[in-house]
């Protein structure tokens, strides 16, 4: 494979880049932007390494690439067919390495897009800009939550963001990511007083209080979910009472459920409802929430319109989408206002041994992504 893409995308695996170390990988990008003028700076907070990176000019419209340069680790590298950091590429086309599909593949793509968009058109409207962290499979606390504090506090204007994460399901382009649930966790401990089973009436068995609010909660319907969005869930993860002892009620419960929600509710919502529950049932009760990430949506719009244009241009395929998995940086950058979508290559081997990705798919996002910028911002 001779094309830019490809070489880039295998010089980037070759950076043993694990969480939060970015070895050479911003450099590398660095230096391929830098010689068509986009202003370059680097955030550099602990041993997380940022870049924020734009060309062209405020007036019109901005669309900022965003993405991460760090691994995971491989796990154990005698399970791997290849040696995971030198990047292979076998007979059927198909490249190996850690970081191949999350997500060094969709860095190079974006770089090489915006190489090929600049070239073409050195006086585009409008801004073509860069967010890339080496903190993002780890702590995700110095990386982009960061710097779109940053740029909040300078009143940067984005218009729309495409993260290039690994978005795609089954098949190359079948899935845009314009969203994802919020997760909130509550932890839980019911006071009781201890005491011997024989004398209950000396005790207060905080099992028994608790008994008809968890049937409450697991019977709540908390939203109905909307246009992109499931109905919120909640699940109980661990509950534990007890000393052990046959003969002796438990002077506490500890239980700690988590919700999934939609865009219908809030933390705040939700808290408020569970105290409401907990509080009708005569609780006596610790309650400490912690917040993972609030939703966000992008409603169907320019954004995703020429994304799921520009797929069924180059793929024939008529992607949908989709606010389900796990969180990601885009929760993060939703604070700044813009329209936020994930769009990239397939996600099936993502943190796995044999971690690989269709070179084709590579070549084939560099062209989206290049007709993405072609349709915001020459528009
Ligand atoms: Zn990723």
New binding site residues.
Partial sequence: MTEPVIALTKTLIAEKSISPDDKNCQQIIIERLKPLGFVIEEVNIGNTKNLWAYHGELAGKTLMFA??TDVVPAGDESKWNSPPFEPTIDKNGILYGRGAA??KS?VAAMVCAAESFVKKYPDHAGRVAFLITSD??ADASDGTVKVVDLLIKRQEHIDYCIVG??SSDSVFGDQIKNGRRGSLTANLVVHGIQGHVAYPHLADNPVHRFAPALNELVATVWDNGNQYFPQTTMQVANINGGTGAENVVPGELSVQFNFRYSSELTDEMIKSKVDAILQRHNLNYTLNWRLSGQPFLTPQGELTDATASAIKAFTKIDTKLSTSGGT??GRFIAKLGCQVIEFGVINKT?HKVNENVNCQDIITLQAIYIDILEKLLLA
């Fill in positions: 993405g991460h999350d997500m969709g993002e499979e994460e690994p990601s940086d993502i």
